[in-house]
T-cell receptor, first 114, second 113 residues
């Protein structure tokens, strides 16, 4: 069974630009969550999608948005990039998102903002 | 406001000895706790979890202990192996039915031969 895949793996952008990251969950998984990892803050929850609906959102500005498609694939968008957005963005999928379903993480997308 | 804290950024242990990684939390609504292991350039990998109704859970060399009154949990690795060298994250979840994990900042474990 293929794991969670994220594309691209590395990305370099400049301030003010926007970026879209993609996540393909494990086949059959319907819940997709996004996390940001930075050296100072650790892993922080961005949002979770289930059946194309955002169910939960972390404390991030509106520049961070996402969506989920009918095949459970998810995209995350960051507009008007700032230097502080440089981070590893991780996607995690789980079966239903309910109960104590384990989350499986992808390798992440390393975003560098210059 | 860091709801999950791992106060030791790093830990060095000799092969064969016990590794003890600690985690403290402040939110009494957390009812499920997990440990993840992360190698460079990879996503976190689930290791072991514990529900708040238990105080101990074992899986092979890994044991997680939960002390609810102290809001403290620990991960014991016995015996430690060089391949265990990685960053370990403690995470917690509220009983909301949502997949929102609150992570600690991680502890880098180095197991030397």
């Amino acid at each position: 069974k293929a794991g969670v895949t994220q594309t691209p793996r590395y990305l370099i952008k400049t301030r003010g630009q926007q970026v879209t990251l993609s996540c393909s969950p494990i086949s059959g998984h319907r819940s997709v969550s996004w996390y940001q990892q930075t050296p100072g803050q650790g892993l922080q929850f961005l949002f979770e999608y289930f059946s194309e609906t955002q169910r939960n959102k972390g404390n991030f500005p509106g520049r961070f948005s996402g969506r989920q498609f009918s095949n459970s694939r998810s995209e995350m968008n960051v507009s008007t990039l700032e230097l502080g957005d440089s981070a590893l963005y991780l996607c995690a999928s789980s079966l239903t998102g309910a109960d104590y379903n384990e989350q499986f993480f992808g390798p992440g997308t390393r975003l560098t903002v210059l | 406001d860091q709801q999950v804290k791992q106060n030791s950024p790093s830990l060095s242990v000799q092969e064969g000895r016990i590794s003890i990684l600690n985690c403290d939390y402040t939110n009494s609504m957390f009812d499920y706790f997990l440990w993840y292991k992360k190698y460079p350039a990879e996503g976190p990998t689930f290791l072991i979890s514990i529900s708040s109704i238990k105080d101990k859970n074992e899986d092979g060399r890994f044991t997680v202990f939960l002390n609810k009154s102290a809001k403290h949990l620990s991960l014991h690795i016995v015996p430690s192996q060089p391949g265990d060298s990685a960053v370990y994250f403690c995470a917690a979840r509220e009983d909301t039915g949502f997949q929102k994990l609150v992570f600690g900042t991680g502890t880098r474990l180095l197991v030397s031969p």
